[in-house]
Nanobody, 115 residues
């Protein structure tokens, strides 16, 4: 069983920054990728960013140049540095872990960007 703990969400004003963190523990054989998805009210869950075991990253077009993902393979942690936040970034952010067979989700953390 895999347990994932997220932290770092909150309420900020437009232009400010937040950093999300996610730590995975438990019966993890090999992690292929970790990343972050988000879901805004009334919308589908979408990929924000992910990073592979080898360090390859990809980002949604809407966050390129503003968000930076990083990962500690030894600790099975992933972080998302979010800069220049916009109101449209408001959503519940979910941590995701992918192995060869399964994928796991965190419980979600709320990010609200509002003046």
């Amino acid at each position: 069983q895999v347990h994932m703990v997220e932290s770092g969400g909150g309420l900020v004003q437009p232009g400010e920054s937040l950093r999300l963190s996610c730590a995975a523990s438990g019966s993890i054989v090999r992690v292929n990728a970790m990343g972050w998805y988000r879901q805004a009210p009334g919308k589908q869950r979408e990929l924000v960013s992910k990073i592979t075991r080898l360090g390859t990253t990809n980002y949604a077009d809407s966050v390129k140049g503003r968000f930076i993902i990083s990962r500690d393979n030894a600790e099975n942690t992933v972080r998302l540095q979010m800069n220049s936040l916009k109101p449209e970034d408001t959503a519940v952010y979910y941590c995701n872990l992918q192995t060869d067979v399964f994928q796991y989700w965190g419980q979600g953390t709320q990010v609200t960007v509002s003046s």
